[in-house]
Nanobody, 124 residues
Framework: QVQLVESGGGLVQAGGSLRLSCAASGRTFSFYSMGWFRQAPGKEREFVAATSRSGSSTYYVDSVKGRFTISRDNAKNTVYLEMNSLKPEDTAVYYC?????????????????WGQGTQVTVSS
């Protein structure tokens, strides 16, 4: 069982930056690939970024490439999402998720544990 708690969301102007954190409980954090998803009002939840168990591999949805960076610190049981050059269309609830798979997964069906989400609002 893994419990995930996101933090770091908030209100920011377009062009600004935020860093989301996701703290995981348990001693097996490094056994999980980690991902970030987001859900905007009236839209389905979508994949944003993911990292492998070691953090050596990452993958991003095209709309955030070059602006967002996912990273993890296995010693701190934490995964991060650094978000720069934010746009109003990035406004959403952001969720972190843990997957038992060894490979990076972009489908939310591949994730076993989810956090409660943190709101990110980007004003124009």
């Amino acid at each position: 069982q893994v419990q995930l708690v996101e933090s770091g969301g908030g209100l920011v102007q377009a062009g600004g930056s935020l860093r989301l954190s996701c703290a995981a409980s348990g001693r097996t954090f490094s056994f999980y690939s980690m991902g970030w998803f987001r859900q905007a009002p009236g839209k389905e939840r979508e994949f944003v970024a993911a990292t492998s168990r070691s953090g050596s591999s990452t993958y991003y949805v095209d709309s955030v490439k070059g602006r967002f960076t996912i990273s993890r610190d296995n010693a701190k049981n934490t995964v991060y999402l650094e978000m720069n050059s934010l746009k109003p269309e990035d406004t959403a609830v952001y969720y972190c998720a843990a997957s038992r798979t060894a490979v990076i997964i972009t489908s939310q069906n591949g994730y076993d544990y989810w956090g409660q989400g943190t709101q990110v609002t980007v004003s124009s």
